[in-house]
């Protein structure tokens, strides 16, 4: 064998490709050291700077001659923007709050609204009583989650009662759901106020309650079925629920007890009048906080009927708290399924300073007020109050028996040109968030339960099945 042959074919030479001849190649870069591309990018930077001192963008490329149509027009689309904005801060007052009056923190809030004029609502799909709850919501006339809802509910059995779905419906309950509830539900919370949790949780189920109808039934037969469905929810998960609160949280409460309330509650303040009628001796504490002074109307109630009562405001806790309080009880607008509590802005401020002083806190929640949202804190859901609130600083014309009456002669307040203050931002929250460790207990109608047992409740009374439909919107 020839010793030039080779002996396999990985051995043998690899043709060469042939290029094809409409291909050119550049020749490779050569290699730079650091020294020399520091040096290229030196004078890169400083053709660069020379470009723009002479006014082109490109330093090679002419320069552009100006059109005098693009400079007459580059102003347009600015101008119709401001034109815009104005059509709409006509149109929605609430828009005159520019970006400057609000806190950036809670810039994406939704502003509150003013109140509406009933005579003022020119749409005939909207019915005068949707109109006048709507007012009542705006006006803050109606507060506190039961009081709302028990209102919502009410408003929509009158509605079915006048309600006749069209001849030409083919399904009654599509009909009743997109020409009736949903449209009053909307006004009320885009037009008057954000709705609370328990508005919303209430709505799904009378929405659940329609979608559970027999389609073959006459309507004046579900007409009376969600009559009475509507009414149930209200006995039963507001009235008897509340009544069973009171009975389990009176059982905490002592002979010769010192218990601070805050604000105004519904069942906190039935609670409270339960045990006097049981004969128990103790003292009430009702701490209060502005705009709103809740607690004057909480101080009447209980005055009233006899038991003896300190008034104080927030500023004023810490030495009460320290020196004389034995028990706190607190309301709750709703309650999250991690434990956190949602309600009236200080009651944060209140639990924190009960517990460093190791003083339980017991708030009262019925169930229907449970949401299955995790909310960690008070800044990204939160509901706005009226910054001229704030600035009012005459307790006489504040609250909200007497925010929009007008009936005193207004003074002239320190805070009366506050818009007009560049430096000056004015706050209003009305809700604040509660961790749960700041909770000892919290007292529903199935009992007092610990706040890590929420998630536990709200699984056993909504089933999975169920989860998405019975809860679907009722974000804050």
Known sequence: MDSTTPTNAAEAPKKEKKKPDNIVIPPKKPKLSKAERRELQERQRAAKAAAQTDGGGDAGKPKPPKIEKKEKTSTAPDESK???????????????????????LFSHLPRPKPPIDIHSVSNPSIHPVITTLGHLYSTHTLLGGNTRCRAMLQTFALLLQSYEPPQTSRDYRHDLDHSLLKPAFQYWTAQCRPHSVSMGNAFSFLKLAVANLDRDLEWSEARQILLESTEAYVNERIEYAGKAVSRHAASKIQEGDVILVFGRSEVVNRLLLDAHRDGKKF??????????????????????AGISCTYVLLNALSYLMMREVTKVFLGASALMSNGSVLSRVGTACVALLAQSNHIPVLVCCETYKICNRVQLESITGNELGDANDVACTDC??????????????????????????????????LYDLTPSDFVTGVVTEVGILPPTSVAVLLREMSPQENNDSAFKGTDY
């Open 82 to 104: 401001r034109k815009l904005k104005e059509e709409v801060k006509k149109e929605d007052p609430t828009e005159n709050e520019t970006a400057d009056e609000v806190v950036a």
């Open 283 to 304: 003292r009430v504490i009702v701490v209060d906080s502005r705009p709103l002074l809740e607690g004057r109307d909480t101080l009447q109630i209980l005055s009233r």
């Open 396 to 429: 006489e014309r504040v609250g909200p028996s007497n925010r929009w009456s007008g009936e005193k002669e207004k003074k002239e307040e320190v805070l009366d040109d506050w818009k007009n203050q560049p430096n000056l931002k004015l706050l209003n929250l």
